[in-house]
Each structure stands twice: as C-alpha cells, then as structure tokens.
C-alpha cells in the first residue's frame, strides 16, 4: 500500500547545489538537511528548488556548493506556524541521490507527476495581455493517513479545461516545479522578498 501511495508523487531533478547543508528535524534518530538546488529552465534563467535530504544519503558534513546532482522523490508540503498563521512550505523530499556530470543530458532536469484531489475550488483569471491561467490547489496522500498539498497553475488550454474541476475531483497531472520571488507585506510599512514554489502543469487529466 505505501509504494503504490508513493507513485502519486513522483518528482526527478538534476541541478547545481547553491547551498550549504541546514539542519531541518531528526526522526528516529535519522537528521535530516536542507539545500537549494538551481535547476535550470528551457530558457536561460533557473528555478531555485529546496531539496531535503537525509544524513544516510550523503555526508551532510563535506561542502558540496557547486556540484551536480540528481534527485528523485516527492514534493512534499508542511505547515509552519509564524506571524500567527501557518505558512504552507514545500520542499523535494530525497529518496535517492547520486552525484553528477555537469549538464548531463541524458538526465530529465525537471519532471513530476501527482496524483490527488481538488481542495479548493479553482481560481480561474486572465492575464493583462489575455493569457488564461487557473490555480488548482491538489491534495496529494501519503501513507499513515497524512497528506501533501502541492499548488498547481495551468495555462491556456489547461486552464480551461481545469477552471470547471470540482472539489474533490481526482486529478492527474505531468508538470515541473518552479519558483517565483515575490515582495510580501510584513508590517504597515515594510516588505520582504520571498520564494514561491508551484507545480507549472504541462498535461493534466481529470477521472471520473
């Protein structure tokens, strides 16, 4: 039961380590560490991706900065109480890693596939310059009763198509994950840069 709840989340990247190792929390003894991870687009800017990553797949202790990796798990999400509410924080969850030539090919740089359900009624909008997106907010289930809850967007066709989904509708989708700065109002005066991570959806399937 868990592996086939593992194949409803689905992530592979292959990019340059930005970052040191952060420790993040233990689980029965196991640490477990965050690093960003530059992941380069078609075009010629990057997303850059948080990766966690247990002490058992690699020497959390050595300075990696710059190097190439591939990593396959899931994305996962969790809740993080600050300034009186909780903040919805994503990350890819490693289950392997192994290091890796720069720029190798043969290598999907940015692929992922869910499996979950609506849980929020899409938010369908038009861009200043016509281009039609929708917003899907997708509850992803894990083992043990828990689930992740991944925002999606979609684009023009897709974003019709997904605009008429319902909640709890049990969607498929193929995509790749992004990132986007954005300013964030903080206090009455002050704003404070931060990152959002989403699914950008290349093909998605509603069932029935």
């Not at 700065?181 to 009455?188: I, L, N």
Request: hydrophobic share 35%; charged share 30%.
């Amino acid at each position: 039961m868990a592996d086939k709840i593992i194949e409803n989340n689905q992530v592979s990247i292959m990019g340059k380590i930005d970052t040191g190792f952060e420790f993040s929390h233990q689980v029965f003894g196991e640490g477990f560490y965050t690093t960003e991870l530059l992941v380069k687009r078609l075009s010629d800017s990057e997303d850059r991706i948080p990766v966690m990553i247990s002490e058992r797949l690699v020497d959390v202790s050595q300075d990696y900065v710059g190097e190439y990796i591939e990593v396959h798990g899931q994305f996962r999400s969790y809740n993080r109480h600050e300034e009186k509410r909780n903040r919805l924080v994503l990350s890819v969850f490693a289950r392997e890693l192994k290091f890796v030539e720069e720029e190798d090919d043969s290598i999907p740089v940015n692929q992922i596939f869910l499996d979950g359900y609506i849980c929020k009624p899409p938010v369908y909008r038009k861009t200043p310059l016509g281009r039609e997106i929708a917003d899907l907010l997708l509850a992803v289930n894990r083992p043990y009763g828990k689930s992740d809850y991944i925002p999606c967007i979609c684009w023009g066709r897709n974003a019709r198509y997904a605009s008429a989904f319902t909640v709890g509708g049990h969607v498929l989708l193929w995509g790749r994950i992004q990132s986007r700065e954005y300013m964030k109002k903080v206090g009455d005066s002050e704003t404070e840069k931060r990152t959002a991570y989403e699914v950008s959806v290349s093909k998605l399937e509603y069932i029935e």
